[in-house]
């Protein structure tokens, strides 16, 4: 990126390299110097905006840092900022992480074949090649 001016400074902050880190701490957010070069377009500066209108202070900054990580773990950035922008009020911070969050689910019961001590002593005294180990 190149300044304007040839005295003059320039910087390009790509949030997709901090963004797990500002996830720790959204509040950091919030009075960063680099806030606005964090937002990657001008429809999540108008994101932030509105949802500097809608939340308190800390529920903004939260709520913005969860989009921007929800935009990059699950590579929407321009769907998600069109998709919000068209809702009013904005979606409240649960609302989208049961969207985008997802639970584990439980596996399914595998059995397990546990091996008897005796493949051990197979296995220790290098006969374990020549003789097939026997399963619980």
Wanted: aromatic fraction near 10%; proline fraction near 7%.
């Amino acid at each position: 990126m190149y300044p304007k001016t040839p005295e003059g400074r320039a910087r390009r902050i790509d949030y997709r390299h901090v963004i797990h880190a500002l996830a720790a701490k959204p509040q950091a957010f919030r009075f960063s110097q680099l806030r606005d070069d964090l937002l990657p377009t001008l429809q999540y500066h108008q994101l932030w905006q509105r949802a500097q209108q809608q939340f308190d202070p800390q529920q903004a900054c939260k709520w913005m840092v969860s989009v921007l990580r929800f935009a990059y773990d699950h590579d929407c950035e321009t769907q998600l900022a069109a998709e919000l922008l068209q809702q009013n009020p904005l979606p409240e911070l649960k609302t989208l992480q049961k969207r985008f969050i997802r639970h584990h689910t439980t596996q399914p019961d595998m059995p397990a074949r546990q091996h008897t001590i005796d493949a051990y002593d197979q296995l220790l005294s290098g006969n374990w090649m020549t003789q097939e180990m026997t399963y619980v």
